[in-house]
């Protein structure tokens, strides 16, 4: 009898001694690759206050901030009547991006996701025809390189197009990354291993947040979080290669290589069984993701759910400069209301289904976004309610969004095939990254209505919970691997009742 991948993983350990170490590696990765070039723009790309050098023309006595009822009083007296204040440097005050030009600091972080957009979607296809590393290690590279050298950027248009090659290559590997964790861990730790790695990019937001504190020049902070990422392209030597990318290849000896070497780091035994191949078949493509209404009411609803909960958790992160207090207390109050999510997810999605933990993520998400929009008016003139706003966006909101990512992670990566699963996920977090571009500009929102960003979330997360609740069950049901049924996947599909009856159809 042939074993499957998940057949063999539950023998030789569906999450043991070698998924730990992997999980590590890719925590460690996503922390260097991802939070360090995505989160440092919250202060690389921050206006510090203004205030007044010349009475004569300029009789403001007070330093001014973004939302400030006098913050536009500058552009209408000379430059050299103001200064900002000198608390740190950012690309702001490099490039003097005010007035006219103070929507170009917002630009510098909006283009990253531009970037994830064109990454995820270019890149989705060869990962599924060419294997999950080679984009993941070049593409990680390629990210650290551009990203240290942006501090050496010569004018303003040069530092944004260095930030959108990032953009695009954390777009290019993140999906690689997050499939090789997942595919390495057996059926009943997918959801732990999708959970759990995601624990280094909060950690690693926290750090930065230490490093951002004490180097308070852009640049210099730039280099700092920019530099030991490429070290990490190591990791070549030694992450494999998606087993069951091989062994849709037909490259059985090689997954049995990797398999066996999963087995003696786990301290079990390899079974001599041979490797069930899946049925030859074209890979998918784009048009596979509206082949029936089944697969396309998949397709429309992932998106769905991952364009609300990236605008809800970038949105917020993207806010914490503006909600009031200081910008390293928000910003570590984001991570650390984010990390506990990551092992209560890990322990849940070991016990309840998927949709039921998305949906009561979304709801939750939604109740704090409704709290910080009602504390909004009276949060600015009292201190106590601007901590309850500051709870209800950034501990309540912020922790459930977050489990929510990691959820909808988990959950996009079961409900396709692995011959379509790069593909489905590229897209689905294509629509991600254009909330999360559009999430940048979530601060200029509070100059139209300060109501807005939290009212525009609210809705979103209720959306979302709607919509999820449409979709099949994935939970503790085997990986489907191929487009169209063969004997085994229909045996897998018979296996994928949920446990309100629900029956996923062979495509």
Not at 253 to 276: C, D, F, H, I, Q
Not at 407 to 418: C, D, G, K, Q, R
Not at 433 to 447: D, I, M, N
Request: proline fraction near 4%.
């Amino acid at each position: 009898m042939k074993l499957t991948t998940d057949d063999v993983l539950e023998k030789i350990g569906s999450f043991g001694r070698y998924q730990i170490m992997l999980n590590i590696f890719f925590n460690l990765a996503y922390g260097f690759w991802w939070a360090f070039p995505v989160m440092v723009m919250v202060f690389i790309a921050s206006e510090p206050g203004w205030k007044c050098k010349n009475n004569s023309t300029c009789p403001l006595t007070e330093t001014i901030s973004l939302g400030h009822d006098n913050y536009k009083f500058r552009c209408n007296i000379p430059r050299e009547d103001w200064e900002f204040v000198d608390d740190f440097t950012s690309v702001v005050t490099e490039f003097d991006l005010v007035c006219d030009r103070g929507s170009l600091g917002f630009v510098s972080t909006s283009v990253i996701f531009a970037g994830f957009i064109a990454g995820s979607i270019s890149v989705s296809s060869i990962s599924d025809k060419f294997g999950r590393k080679l984009p993941l290690f070049v593409c990680g590279f390629f990210c650290c390189l551009f990203n240290f050298v942006s501090a050496f950027a010569p004018a303003f248009w040069v530092f944004a197009l260095f930030r959108a090659i990032v953009g695009f290559m954390i777009g290019a590997y993140s999906i690689p990354m997050f499939v090789l964790t997942t595919e390495l861990s057996g059926i009943r730790h997918r959801g732990t291993a999708g959970s759990l790695v995601w624990m280094g990019y909060d950690v690693s937001v926290m750090v930065l947040v230490g490093i951002a504190y004490y180097i308070r020049d852009w640049k210099h902070l730039t280099i700092a979080t920019g530099a030991p990422g490429i070290l990490f392209v190591a990791g070549w030597f030694f992450i494999p290669e998606s087993v069951r990318w091989l062994l849709k290849k037909g490259r059985e000896t090689e997954a049995r290589e990797v398999l066996s070497n999963v087995a003696r780091k786990n301290g079990k035994e390899m079974p001599n069984e041979a490797l069930y191949l899946p049925k030859e078949e074209r890979l998918g493509d784009f048009r596979d993701l509206f082949s029936s209404l089944q697969m396309a009411h998949k397709t429309l609803g992932t998106w769905l759910m991952w364009f609300a909960v990236s605008f809800i958790a970038w949105g917020i992160s993207f806010s914490a400069p503006f909600l009031g207090g200081s910008v390293y207390v928000n910003v570590l109050i984001l991570a650390a209301a984010s990390l506990p999510g990551l092992p209560v997810c890990a322990f849940l999605t070991l016990r309840f289904g998927r949709r039921k933990l998305i949906l009561a993520s979304f709801l939750l998400a939604a109740v704090g976004a409704i709290g910080a929009l009602l504390l909004s008016d009276k949060a600015e003139h009292d201190n106590s309610y601007l901590a309850g706003k500051i709870f209800m966006s950034m501990f309540v909101a912020k922790f459930s969004a977050s489990v929510a990512f990691t959820l909808v992670y988990i959950y996009a990566a079961e409900l396709f095939p692995t011959t379509l699963r790069n593909i489905a996920m590229g897209t689905a977090t294509s629509w991600a990254r254009v909330s999360g571009f559009a999430s940048a500009y979530a601060p200029l929102l509070l100059t139209v209505h300060r109501f807005l960003p939290f009212a525009i979330m609210a809705c979103l997360a209720l959306a979302a919970a709607i919509v999820c609740m449409t979709l099949p069950e994935t939970h503790n049901q085997p990986t489907k691997e191929s487009l169209s049924p063969d004997p085994k996947d229909q045996t897998n599909d018979e296996n994928r009742n949920t446990k309100d009856g629900e029956v996923e159809t062979p495509m």
